[in-house]
């Protein structure tokens, strides 16, 4: 059984350019949560999607979007990056009914230069 | 809102020596608490789970941890480390219930074993 995975693994930006990080989540959950994790500190709540829609947000700015497909699986967008937004991006995946026991992926690690 | 505070960066031990991390939580409403444990370049692994269930949780690897409300204290133990359990290990809170929750990290501890 796979477990939550996450794409790219690495990935170097300049600023000013926007990207897209991808999870799928774990096999019979339905829930995604996408966290940032700047170095040395822990993880913050970006958003959460179900059904396709946006469900709860966090602290961040409208340059951070997301998308939750049929399958269930998620992006993250980011636009008009700054260097502020290098970190290391988790997503997480929960079953139903059950939103506060997530499992999280190996995550993606972006540079923003 | 809910918050949690890791006491100390980072902890030193000696291999076969008692692990204590601690974690303090804030939250007006019931609480559910974790503990994650994230090794180099990794994502977080789950090491235990407090859902109001028993006070004094079991998890994975010989770790436990024990929920104390008049404390507000839900501190992470293990008998005897090893030199595996050096990793970040972080707390995590957040209200009970079924319906969408979101995870609130704490600031993490580096746990170093030397042999």
């Known amino acids: 059984d796979a477990g939550v995975t996450q794409s790219p693994t690495h990935l170097i930006k300049t600023r000013g350019q926007q990207v897209t990080l991808r999870c799928s989540p774990k096999s019979g959950h339905d829930t995604v949560s996408w966290y940032q994790q700047a170095l040395g500190q822990g993880p913050q709540f970006i958003f959460q999607y179900y059904e396709e829609e946006e469900r709860q947000r966090g602290n961040f700015p409208d340059r951070f979007s997301g998308h939750q497909f049929p399958n269930y699986s998620s992006e993250l967008n980011v636009n008009a990056l700054l260097l502020g937004d290098s970190a290391l991006y988790l997503c997480?995946?929960?079953?139903?009914?059950?939103?506060?026991?997530?499992?999280f992926g190996p995550g993606t690690r972006l540079t923003v230069l | 809102a809910q918050s949690v505070t890791q006491l100390g960066s980072h902890v030193s031990v000696s291999e076969g020596a008692l692990v204590l991390l601690r974690c303090n939580y804030s939250?007006?409403?019931?609480?559910?608490l974790f503990w994650y444990v994230q090794y180099p370049n990794q994502g977080l692994q789950l090491l235990l789970k407090?859902?109001?269930?028993?006070?004094l949780v079991k998890g994975i690897n010989g770790f436990e941890a024990e929920f104390k409300k008049s404390e507000t204290s839900f501190h992470l133990t293990k008998p005897s480390a090893h030199m595996s359990d050096a990793a970040e290990y972080f707390c995590?809170?957040?209200?009970?219930?079924?319906?969408?929750?979101?995870?609130?990290f704490g600031t993490g501890t580096r746990l170093l074993v030397s042999p």
């Open positions: 939250s007006s409403v019931p609480p559910y």
């Open positions: 995590a809170v957040s209200d009970q219930g079924t319906g969408f929750q979101k995870l609130v």
């Open positions: 997480a995946s929960s079953s139903p009914g059950r939103h506060n026991e997530q499992f």
């Open positions: 407090y859902t109001s269930a028993a006070t």
